[in-house]
C-alpha cells in the first residue's frame, strides 16, 4: 500500500486494544453482529482458517473430507494461538463449522468461553424474529462472562458506527477500479474490516475512498466469487493473465455487504441487516437468488466471466455450484471452477485452467 495509507498488523490492534482494557472475541466465519461485541467493549477478530499453521493436531478430531478452515482453524485453538482470546465465537456456517463448535464444547474444551451462533437458513419475517432472540442469548452469554451490560442507547451507538463502516465499504467496492490500488493490496485493504475497530476502519476507507481517481485501471474484467481469497496467490495470478477483479463475491467480503437495519429495537435492527444482506450459500439462500446477483454483478461492473474459486470439500459452494454455472451460461456469462486449500501454494493446475478461462474471454 501507499505509505500514507497503513495497515496495522492484528498482533498491534489486539494488544492495543487489550492495553486499554478491552476483551478479544476469535470470530470464525461467517456472519455475526459486529456492533453487539464492540458495545460490550470486545473486539471481534476473524479467524479464516490460519495458512501458515501446521493442521496435523486438527485432523485427529476431523474426517479427512473436512475443508481447510475447520481443520487449520481447530488445530490453532489446540497449539494455543488463540490464547490471546477471551471468547471463541463460532457462527453456524455450516455442518463443519457447526460440528466445530461441538468438538470445542464438549470435548477439547478450552478455558475460554465457547459462543455459538446459530443463523436462520431464510429472510422471512420467523426468520429475523429467530435471529433476534439469538442475539438476546449472545447478550446474555456476554453479560454473565462478565463482560458488562450495555444499555439499548449504547447498543445503537455501536450499530451506527459499524453501519457507517460498512457504508464505506460498499462504497470502496463500487469504486475499485479507480483505486490506485492493485487487486491485492485492494483485498489486504477490505480484508482489515475482519480486525480493525470500525472507528479505524472507517479512518482508513475515507482515506482510501478520496485517492479514487478518473480512469478505471485497465484489463480482461473477472468476478471472484467464493468462500475466502485464499491463498491470495490467485490475485497475482489473474494480474499475470492481463486480468482485473471488477466485483466481488467471496463470502467474506461481497455478501457481507449488508444493508443498514431498520427497526428501533437494537438486537432486531442487527438481525435485519446480516438476514438481509446479500445472497449466501452458507445462509441457505436460493440458488435462484444467487444466479440473479451474480447476472447483476456481471452487468453493473463489464465482467467477462466468473471465477469460482473454492475450498476443497466447502458443501454449501459446491452443492451451488453446477446451477449456478448453469445460470451463468444461460445468460452467456463464462466461468470457471478451480480449487485451493488454505496454506497451500497455487497449484499449477489452477494456474493452468486460470490461463485457458482468460485466453477464452479476453
Request: charged share 30%; glycine share 8%; net charge negative.
Amino acid at each position: 500500500m501507499p505509505a500514507s495509507l497503513e495497515i496495522p498488523r492484528r498482533s498491534e490492534v489486539i494488544s492495543r486494544h487489550k492495553e486499554r482494557g478491552g476483551r478479544v472475541a476469535a470470530v470464525f466465519p461467517i456472519h455475526y453482529p459486529r456492533a453487539l461485541f464492540r458495545a460490550f467493549n470486545v473486539l471481534p477478530v476473524e479467524v479464516w482458517g490460519p495458512p501458515k499453521i501446521e493442521a496435523r493436531q486438527g485432523e485427529k478430531h476431523l474426517q479427512s473430507y473436512t475443508c481447510s478452515i475447520v481443520r487449520n482453524g481447530l488445530s490453532f485453538v489446540i497449539s494455543g494461538g488463540l490464547n490471546v482470546a477471551d471468547f471463541i465465537v463460532v457462527p453456524h456456517a455450516c455442518d463443519s463449522l457447526q460440528g466445530f463448535g461441538s468438538i470445542l464444547i464438549d470435548f477439547i474444551k478450552p478455558e475460554k468461553p465457547v459462543i455459538p451462533i446459530y443463523i436462520p437458513r431464510g429472510t422471512r419475517e420467523s426468520d429475523i424474529e429467530f435471529f433476534t432472540e439469538e442475539l438476546k442469548s449472545v447478550f446474555t452469554r456476554l453479560a454473565e462472562a462478565g463482560a458488562g451490560s450495555p444499555s439499548d442507547p449504547e447498543l445503537i451507538q455501536a450499530i451506527e458506527r459499524e453501519e457507517e463502516a460498512d457504508k464505506l465499504l460498499q462504497e470502496i467496492f463500487q469504486k475499485r477500479t479507480h483505486l490506485p490500488f492493485s487487486d491485492i493490496e485492494f483485498y489486504r485493504l477490505v480484508r482489515a474490516r475482519e480486525y480493525l475497530p470500525g472507528e479505524e476502519f472507517i479512518e482508513l476507507a475515507r482515506d482510501a475512498v478520496d485517492r479514487a481517481g478518473d480512469n478505471p485501471q485497465s484489463g480482461i474484467p473477472i468476478i471472484l466469487s467464493g468462500i475466502v481469497p485464499e491463498p491470495m496467490e490467485i490475485l497475482n495470478a489473474i494480474v499475470r493473465r492481463g486480468g482485473v477483479v471488477v466485483a466481488d463475491d467471496f463470502a467474506c467480503l461481497g455478501r457481507r455487504l449488508y444493508p443498514a437495519g431498520k427497526s428501533e429495537e437494537p438486537r432486531r435492527r442487527m438481525a435485519e441487516s446480516i438476514i438481509l444482506g446479500p445472497p449466501d450459500s452458507t445462509r441457505g439462500s436460493p440458488i435462484g437468488d444467487r444466479v440473479r446477483h451474480l447476472r447483476k454483478l456481471v452487468e453493473e461492473s463489464g465482467a467477462r466471466g466468473v471465477v469460482f474459486y473454492n475450498i476443497k470439500f466447502c458443501e454449501p459452494e459446491l452443492f451451488h455450484l453446477p446451477i449456478l454455472r448453469k445460470g451463468l451460461k444461460d445468460a452467456g456469462i463464462p466461468s470457471v471452477v478451480v480449487e485451493a486449500d488454505i496454506g497451500e501454494e497455487l497449484s499449477r493446475q489452477v494456474e493452468t485452467s486460470l490461463e485457458t478461462f482468460m485466453e477464452v474471454i479476453k
